[in-house]
């Protein structure tokens, strides 16, 4: 169900805690869209809010959102474990839905989701920031272009002191955002996860993650995440066959890129010793600067506009959440190595038919 005209799109956000004051803020200063309602169950917080944007109304009760039909979208910035119910709610209130990430806590619900998105033609987009991230964009066009060759391997390190986060493990917090970054650069899904965690401050929520993926096309990938660290680092490694990219995100050169390799002049003659090694230029691209959540933002106030699919899509977000709960398979395993399950599962053939079909109908 597209929407038409230049009226801007009518929003409600739920959840005013660590992200929702940022998403108001992006709303306001976007044209595409008014805040029409602030919901959060702390009076505290929306008096917070109340005191810079005085003019959005506020309330406690989320049934009060539901009921207006002026709203036409809301987005959800609540911690993890009601990210479902809460979208569930709004879908079925005819309301297009935002969900911070990840999408949900399970790909079953999230399958749910994509279902009731589907059938009723609305939009639902999982809040994958960094997919409008400039440097993540432009190492997309780099990987596309064929400039580094094969892709031989990926190393990403996601670590800072805190936050610890009450209702998930630093998997679920911090992972999806490296999760879908691969998603959106490799185009696949891991074949094959093994991962460890420990938790180190509360025993039973892991803070440390070492997560190993496996895709088919042959690329490896190495994910550290951790709540506890010195110092905050976002920092990936892209080795390919020609060239290699360091992106580091908290860096004045996000993007850094090497004409650095190894190759072995005739396999059938030379021994490993003999291996020829190239160190070239190193280039340091201009990146365009853009706030990624107003572009976010932007992209889901053009896609309730047009029908058009968001980048940050709905199977995307699905894929995302599969690949989170693979980690956490092999973690009650003992870190052993599990498949990554490419559909979610039904009982019945003609039930796991229609919810492929609802994957790939849906546009958020």
């Known amino acids: 169900m ?3 005209g230049s ?3 009518r929003i409600a956000v739920v959840g005013l805690g660590y992200w929702g004051p940022n998403l108001v803020r992006n709303l306001h200063e976007l044209h595409e869209a008014e805040v029409v309602w602030a919901c959060d169950l702390r009076e505290e917080t929306l008096a917070t809010l109340g005191r810079r944007f005085p003019a959005i109304p506020q309330t406690t009760d989320f049934d009060v959102v539901l009921d207006d039909p002026s709203v036409e979208a809301v987005v959800v910035a609540t911690p993890v474990s009601t990210h479902f119910q809460l979208a569930i709610a709004a879908l079925r209130a005819g309301k297009h839905v935002l969900v911070e990430k990840p999408l949900a806590h399970s790909s079953e619900q999230a399958m749910t ?4 998105a589907a059938e009723r033609g609305l939009v639902l987009m999982p809040g994958h920031t960094f997919l409008y991230s400039s440097p993540v964009t432009m190492i997309r066009d780099i990987i596309a272009s064929g400039e580094l060759g094969e892709i031989y391997f990926i190393s990403t390190s996601r670590v800072n002191l805190g936050i610890h986060q009450p209702d ?3 998997v679920w917090d911090l ?7 691969l998603r959106y650069w490799l185009d696949e899904l891991p074949a094959r996860v093994a991962a460890m965690t420990r938790g180190c401050v509360i025993p039973s929520t892991p803070d440390v993650a070492f997560i190993d993926l ?8 190495h994910v550290e995440l951790a709540w506890l660290a010195p110092s905050k680092l976002r920092r990936t490694t892209i080795v390919g066959s020609q060239k290699m990219v360091v992106y580091d995100d908290t860096s004045k050169e996000p993007v850094r890129i090497f004409d650095s390799g190894a190759h072995l002049p005739d396999p059938g003659t030379f021994g490993e010793h003999q291996l020829s090694y190239r160190t070239g230029d190193i280039l340091s691209p201009k990146v365009d600067i853009a706030e990624p959540l107003s572009l976010q933002l932007a992209d889901f106030c053009q896609s309730i506009r047009t029908g058009t699919k968001p980048r940050s899509s709905a199977g995307l977000g699905l894929d995302v959440v599969r690949i989170t709960e693979a980690v956490d398979r092999s973690l009650g395993l003992g870190g052993r190595v599990v498949r990554v399950q490419p559909r979610a599962r ?7 038919r229609r919810l492929s079909a609802a994957a790939s109908r849906v546009r958020g």
Do not use: M
Not at 175 to 181: A, K, M, T, Y
Not at 346 to 352: I, S, T, Y
């Open 113 to 116: 989701l994509l279902r009731e």
């Open 7 to 9: 009226e801007p799109v």
């Open 2 to 4: 597209s929407r038409n």
């Open 346 to 352: 039904a009982r019945r053939g003609g039930a796991k």
């Open 214 to 221: 496996a895709f088919e096309s042959g690329v490896i990938a």
């Open 168 to 170: 998930v493990s630093v």
């Open 175 to 181: 992972g999806p955002h490296d999760f879908s970054i």
